[in-house]
């Protein structure tokens, strides 16, 4: 596990990054920031910021420039999801799962699957989502009862999926299944490509979640859907490799979205607390408030440092990413709940209200500790990794 000056040196933003930081800032404000409330308290999906997404480039911008998409790099495409968490979690959640779904493809699919799918994932046309969780197989992935039975050169899927992000708005499914149910544990399963239109695929009923209530989140239904042979994602029984492989790049751009929740909930704090008077000044001007302030910004600064670091080690893939990833993650996403909840004790009883965003910002900043693995988990990795 290597800390060398290097490593830091690498993860620096350049003037593009910061360029880019600006204009994704830019729409995050203009397009995205007036919808939030909405978008929440009618649980509904964030169409304006998908639009505005596509419009700008910044739907899937981690698709490489050969598929027509801009290319952007692992801080790049951080640097997007940041901005856009910071006004709204479920809106962030738009590039942020397309790179979750779209991952598999990138790190293990033939070239005849990345042109195919990752085209129109560029062009904004089809989103992209990923199916790995089951009901009873959440951190223990491998305990996985959905099913994919060869039948000549096409496979049989059948079972289903929970807890699935976007589902219903994405045309594009990676999900994966046991192929060979006698076979080692870890060893016997397979990812595939499963599209909108297949028939026997269908939706559960949306969850009623704490936060994110922009994004969809539904159960995958699999009714002996037949998937042709050219939709398996690399070679039968690397499909939870390649799901692990998955995840420590995207448990990245979770960090970067509790950064950018936390982030939105201390600019909201600071303006509030130079505003309000009580005792004839500002509330800004207490020291007991000063204090919290300052360990919100110092907290939220280490948290920032450690997803760029973890980033720059995502785009080179180094052997240490998943050190990193499980790290940045987990650290960022427990700052993240930490300011926010601190966020609404500074707005005192206004921020126990709906009429400002920061009680949105601490439901949609918990589930960053949940999801791509509970912290819980990322200690784990994170362990064994020093063990190793």
């Given at each position: 596990m290597s800390t060398g000056t290097s490593d830091f040196d690498l993860f620096k933003t350049t003037e593009d990054h910061e360029a880019l930081r600006e204009a994704v800032r830019a729409v995050a404000e203009a397009k995205i920031a007036p919808h939030a409330a909405d978008v929440d308290e009618n649980s509904r999906y964030p169409q304006e910021a998908h639009d505005a997404l596509v419009a700008a480039d910044f739907f899937a911008p981690h698709v490489a420039e050969e598929y027509g998409g801009v290319g952007a790099d692992a801080l790049a495409t951080c640097i997007v999801i940041e901005e856009v968490a910071r006004v709204c979690a479920s809106s962030?959640?738009?590039?942020?799962?397309?790179?979750?779904?779209?991952?598999?493809?990138?790190?293990?699919?033939?070239?005849?699957?990345?042109?195919?799918?990752?085209?129109?994932?560029?062009?904004?046309?089809?989103?992209?989502?990923?199916?790995?969780?089951?009901?009873?197989?959440?951190?223990?992935?491998a305990s996985m009862k959905c099913r994919a039975k060869a039948d000549g050169d096409d496979w049989i899927l059948s079972g289903q999926k929970s807890w699935i992000t976007n589902a219903g708005v994405s045309e594009y499914y990676t999900v994966l299944a046991v192929t060979d149910p006698e076979g080692r544990r870890g060893a016997n399963v397979t990812a595939f490509v499963v599209e909108k239109s297949?028939?026997?695929?269908?939706?559960?009923?949306?969850?009623?979640?704490?936060?994110?209530?922009?994004?969809?989140?539904?159960?995958?239904?699999?009714?002996?859907?037949?998937?042709?042979?050219?939709?398996?994602?690399?070679?039968?029984?690397?499909?939870?490799k390649i799901a692990l492989q998955t995840l420590d790049h995207t448990r990245v751009t979770i960090g970067a979205q509790a950064v950018g929740i936390a982030q939105g909930a201390l600019d909201a704090a600071v303006a509030y607390v130079k505003d309000r008077q009580q005792f004839g000044k500002k509330i800004a001007e207490f020291q007991g408030v000063q204090f919290m302030l300052a360990d919100m910004a110092m907290k939220l600064e280490a948290a920032r440092g450690m997803v760029y670091a973890a980033a720059a080690k995502s785009e080179r893939a180094d052997p240490d990413l998943s050190f990193f990833g499980a790290a940045a993650k987990c650290f960022a996403s427990d700052v993240a709940m930490e300011i926010t909840t601190d966020a609404v004790q500074l707005f005192g009883g206004a921020g126990y209200t709906r009429d400002f965003p920061v009680e949105r910002m601490m439901r949609d900043a918990k589930i960053t500790q949940i999801y791509e693995g509970t912290n819980q988990v990322q200690r784990i990795v994170m362990a064994r990794q020093v063990l190793r």
């Amino acid at each position: 596990m290597s800390t060398g000056t290097s490593d830091f040196d690498l993860f620096k933003t350049t003037e593009d990054h910061e360029a880019l930081r600006e204009a994704v800032r830019a729409v995050a404000e203009a397009k995205i920031a007036p919808h939030a409330a909405d978008v929440d308290e009618n649980s509904r999906y964030p169409q304006e910021a998908h639009d505005a997404l596509v419009a700008a480039d910044f739907f899937a911008p981690h698709v490489a420039e050969e598929y027509g998409g801009v290319g952007a790099d692992a801080l790049a495409t951080c640097i997007v999801i940041e901005e856009v968490a910071r006004v709204c979690a479920s809106s962030s959640l738009i590039p942020a799962v397309n790179k979750l779904g779209s991952m598999p493809v990138i790190l293990a699919g033939s070239e005849e699957l990345k042109a195919k799918y990752l085209t129109p994932l560029a062009e904004g046309k089809a989103a992209f989502s990923y199916g790995l969780s089951e009901r009873e197989a959440g951190s223990d992935t491998a305990s996985m009862k959905c099913r994919a039975k060869a039948d000549g050169d096409d496979w049989i899927l059948s079972g289903q999926k929970s807890w699935i992000t976007n589902a219903g708005v994405s045309e594009y499914y990676t999900v994966l299944a046991v192929t060979d149910p006698e076979g080692r544990r870890g060893a016997n399963v397979t990812a595939f490509v499963v599209e909108k239109s297949d028939e026997g695929f269908t939706f559960g009923e949306k969850e009623r979640k704490l936060g994110i209530k922009g994004s969809p989140t539904r159960e995958l239904h699999f009714d002996n859907v037949r998937i042709p042979g050219d939709r398996v994602v690399g070679a039968p029984g690397e499909g939870l490799k390649i799901a692990l492989q998955t995840l420590d790049h995207t448990r990245v751009t979770i960090g970067a979205q509790a950064v950018g929740i936390a982030q939105g909930a201390l600019d909201a704090a600071v303006a509030y607390v130079k505003d309000r008077q009580q005792f004839g000044k500002k509330i800004a001007e207490f020291q007991g408030v000063q204090f919290m302030l300052a360990d919100m910004a110092m907290k939220l600064e280490a948290a920032r440092g450690m997803v760029y670091a973890a980033a720059a080690k995502s785009e080179r893939a180094d052997p240490d990413l998943s050190f990193f990833g499980a790290a940045a993650k987990c650290f960022a996403s427990d700052v993240a709940m930490e300011i926010t909840t601190d966020a609404v004790q500074l707005f005192g009883g206004a921020g126990y209200t709906r009429d400002f965003p920061v009680e949105r910002m601490m439901r949609d900043a918990k589930i960053t500790q949940i999801y791509e693995g509970t912290n819980q988990v990322q200690r784990i990795v994170m362990a064994r990794q020093v063990l190793r």
